[in-house]
């Protein structure tokens, strides 16, 4: 035999007899395995499918494989045609699961290495992003101490000019007064001199008085002498003065550029928003146009006949021509600030004159720490003190009765009121003075 099936009669089933006869000739050892048997047990070894229990299976499926007959009846069996031939187990294509698992797996694996790229160059970017502003921060830092070294420096050379000319006047006037005492003094003595003189011969005899009057004559110093004037020096401190003055006027400016400096956020109740056509040119105006503060990056506004020219000032929008309101404002810093009501009338250029009931303004507000009412002169408001460097401040404005009323921190009663307020006839409007 071979891997060929044959037919074969159908035959009875052995008898007694004859199984016993097989049992002992297996028992002799007269078995003997059939050749193509082993053959295809030493192939089977070779192509290591004697290990494992799915190339067992794989192995009963190919053993067990349906037989083609070929022409004469004739049928061929996978046994017999071995694993190498078509249809076995080496021309099987690699399908399944397992390939399909291992293709997601490389999709899988590519996205998460694109991920992984991706966070690291975001990474580096918020890296390089972060260097880049410290760097900034670090120039702006040096540039803060160069400037502030340059502004000291300029500070302190001023301090010495200003203290060399003061005391340069002081020497002078005390050497003209020592000068004009020395003067005074010998007078003085010549004086005392002459009145000695005088009273000895008020004691001579009558003969010798009669000349007397030769004698005063002889004896007169003219005109009584008159103090000094020193108009130049006058002239020299007024000078020094008015720089002072403009330096505490630039240091007024430096406190208002700094961040603590007051901002003011009103809370509108009847009117809307700050009106920008008014506002100075160094005020910054929110968007939303309901705050505003000192700022020198502000940029140009456009020119506008309403616009406040020498005061940081801004008018709301709007404006009222009677009835009664009330608003409240959230100040914010510890600079000087005012706020209050305006006529429309008012000037847009001069100076804090323009803080008073005279020129048409009703305001209260915070200088040199407390709060103070604008009246003229300004007067401290009573029971306010030193208050903190924010809070809020409500208005109420009556306009047929001509007040004006100020309410500090959510407080019941006014802390100050303004009683007679000559409106005029005319819209006044919320005030701001920052």
């Given at each position: 035999g071979g891997g060929t099936a044959q037919s074969r009669p159908e035959r009875g089933q052995p008898g007694e007899a004859e199984a016993a006869g097989h049992r002992r000739r297996l028992r002799r050892g007269n078995f003997r395995a059939k050749q193509h048997l082993e053959h295809l047990t030493e192939k089977l070894k070779l192509l290591g499918l004697e290990g494992g229990r799915g190339e067992v299976e794989q192995l009963c499926s190919w053993r067990h494989s349906p037989v083609t007959p070929k022409g004469g009846g004739k049928a061929s069996s996978s046994s017999h045609e071995g694993p190498g031939a078509p249809g076995g187990l080496a021309a099987a294509p690699e399908e399944g699961p397992a390939h399909e698992d291992k293709e997601r797996i490389r999709s899988d694996l590519v996205k998460?290495?694109?991920?992984?790229?991706?966070?690291?160059?975001?990474?580096?970017?918020?890296?390089?992003q972060c260097q880049e502003f410290l760097a900034h921060t670090e120039a702006e830092k040096?540039?803060?101490l160069s400037e502030f070294r340059r502004l000291r420096r300029f500070l302190k050379e001023q301090e010495m000019v200003l203290l060399v000319r003061l005391g340069e006047l002081?020497?002078?006037?005390?050497?003209?007064?020592?000068?004009?005492?020395?003067?005074?003094?010998g007078k003085v003595s010549l004086l005392d001199v002459l009145i000695c003189g005088m009273e000895k011969e008020l004691e001579q005899p009558p003969a010798r008085a009669r000349d007397s009057p030769r004698s005063a004559s002889?004896?007169?110093?003219?005109?009584?002498?008159?103090?000094?004037?020193?108009?130049?020096?006058?002239?020299?401190?007024?000078?020094?003065s008015r720089q002072i003055?403009?330096?505490?006027?630039t240091l007024g400016r430096f406190r208002v550029l700094s961040p603590s400096n007051a901002t003011l956020s009103p809370v509108p109740a009847e009117w809307e928003t700050l009106d920008p056509d008014t506002a100075h040119a160094r005020l910054a105006v929110s968007r939303d146009r309901r705050g505003a503060r000192w700022t020198e990056a502000a940029p140009e506004p456009p020119p506008s006949p309403r616009r406040f020219q020498t005061w940081s000032c801004v008018l709301a929008r709007g404006g009222f021509a009677g009835g009664r309101h009330r608003w409240d404002v959230a100040v914010a810093g510890d600079g000087v600030w005012a706020l209050g009501v305006a006529r429309g009338s008012l000037p847009r250029a001069g100076g804090l004159e323009l803080l008073r009931p005279e020129s048409g303004v009703w305001a209260l507000g915070r200088c040199g720490g407390r709060y103070r009412a604008f009246t003229e002169p300004p007067a401290p408001v009573p029971g306010a003190g030193s208050t903190g460097s924010t809070g809020r401040v409500r208005v109420e404005l009556d306009y047929g009765r001509g007040r004006v009323l100020f309410y500090l921190a959510g407080g019941e009663t006014p802390a100050f009121t303004f009683s007679d307020a000559a409106f005029g006839g005319q819209r006044v409007f919320p005030f701001f003075w920052v």
């Open positions: 998460l290495k694109k991920q992984r790229e991706e966070i690291l160059e975001l990474k580096m970017s918020g890296e390089r040096q540039k803060v002081e020497w002078e006037r005390m050497r003209r007064q020592e000068e004009e005492e020395a003067e005074m003094s002889r004896w007169d110093t003219g005109s009584a002498p008159r103090a000094t004037d020193t108009p130049e020096l006058e002239r020299s401190l007024q000078d020094i003055h403009v330096l505490g006027e």
